[in-house]
């Protein structure tokens, strides 16, 4: 277990900090880079259930807090021959069991869907972006280390989850399993007709 009785260490103060294993490395280093950013990733999701996401998607999120934990514990360790926490194929098909489960309560898409609508899902929105964007940064760190691929496969259906989480909580439901606010769609080239023509007269800049 891990036992926090200091705060500050100065032990940064150089630029450099210490894997899981003990190795200490900069602060650039691609590694940092990858569990960091699921930090980030986390914080979001802890954001976005402050905010009053609806059940099943708080237990949901809950659950994956937890396992964001393992992802971060999993990327700071370099791979080896000794056991450490890795994130494990059960982790990812359970990811795969929720999609399905939240998926099977919407309709289909009929055109992309804009980031916003109630808050708690602007929220998971903005989870998802930053998913990917680690997903990105792990992905970059594959190439020049070895790591759990189970990892990447993680992360990728996280985004997907969160997506359809999101659509989840815009789902107008008079019953209570979603807020009563429509999901924005996307309109294709909807805000590109051209400018009224103004009787020959020009405009100038103040």
């Known amino acids: 277990m891990v036992q926090l009785n200091r705060i500050y260490t100065k ?27 699921v930090d980030e990733l986390n914080s979001w999701i802890g954001v976005a259930l402050a905010h009053g996401v609806h059940r099943p998607a708080e237990n949901w999120l809950a659950a994956i807090q937890n396992d964001l934990f393992d992802v971060g514990a999993d990327l700071c360790v370099p791979l080896g021959d000794e056991p450490r926490l890795r994130i494990t ?26 980031p916003g609508g109630s808050l708690p899902a602007a929220y998971l929105h903005l989870a998802r ?8 940064a ?3 760190l594959a190439e020049s280390a070895q790591i759990n ?7 990728n259906r996280l985004s997907d989850l969160l997506f359809v989480l999101a659509r989840l909580e815009n789902r107008a439901d ?5 807020s009563d606010c429509h999901e924005v769609l ?6 590109r007709s051209e400018p009224e023509a103004d009787n020959g007269k020009e405009h100038r800049g103040a």
Not at 14 to 22: F, N, Q, Y
Not at 149 to 155: D, I, P, R
Request: hydrophobic residues 40%.
């Open 129 to 136: 972006a930053v998913c990917r964007r680690v997903e990105i």
């Open 174 to 178: 008079p019953d209570g399993g979603g």
């Open 89 to 114: 194929q059960a982790q990812v098909a359970q990811l795969e069991d929720w999609i399905d489960q939240a998926n099977s309560r919407l309709k289909p898409l009929e055109s992309f869907v804009l």
């Open 138 to 140: 792990v992905v970059a």
């Open 11 to 37: 032990t940064g103060d150089a630029g450099t900090t210490a894997l899981g294993d003990g190795q200490r490395v900069s602060k650039t280093e691609p590694r940092i880079a990858a569990y960091g950013g």
């Open 186 to 191: 996307w309109k294709p080239g909807h805000n």
């Open 149 to 155: 691929s189970l990892v990447t496969a993680y992360l």
